[in-house]
């Protein structure tokens, strides 16, 4: 699959946005490629984590962010939503997914309704073994321009995600146990 072919259709190739959204992009891969290594036994689908980490974001021009060039109109946690219903008329219904339920640590439909966030009712949890990878790699990694290839420690990730309340820390401790079990 031709994911920078793909990107490139809703980006300008050198735009801040385009460079922003790659930069980063590859380095939700890589950790990817990490969290599959170290559980081997549980046969993650690497081509799939390859494509499906590179195209996550996707919907990232169409929300407000303009420290990162993306000027849409929406509340930046919308990327996800917005980025599923992109992948989805590009005939990549799984990878669409990806790109909905990696926001946060997931969220549920009682999340949604709770914080009452902008988005549509239904729940963004993660479910399958690639679709938790991606949304655990992808907290290490920000989009702000200076720190954008830098890897955040386990620690500050927790940190990040305490904010939003106990159980988005406990869904990520989860997946902490989950990707450290190496057999």
Known sequence: MDT?????????PGSLAYNMLIAHSRMVVSKCLEIAEKIRYQD???SFLKEAAMLHDIGIFLVKAPDIGCYGKRDYICHGYLGRAL???????????VC???VGVGLSIRDIMALDLPLPARDMLPVTLEEKIICYADKFYSKKPDALCSEKTLEEVREDIRKYGDNMLQRFDEMTLLFSKTS
């Open 4 to 12: 920078l072919g793909i990107i490139s259709r809703y980006y300008i």
């Open 44 to 46: 993650p689908d690497i």
């Open 87 to 97: 992948l989805e008329k590009e005939g990549l219904p799984i990878h669409a997914l």
């Open 100 to 102: 909905e339920r990696h």
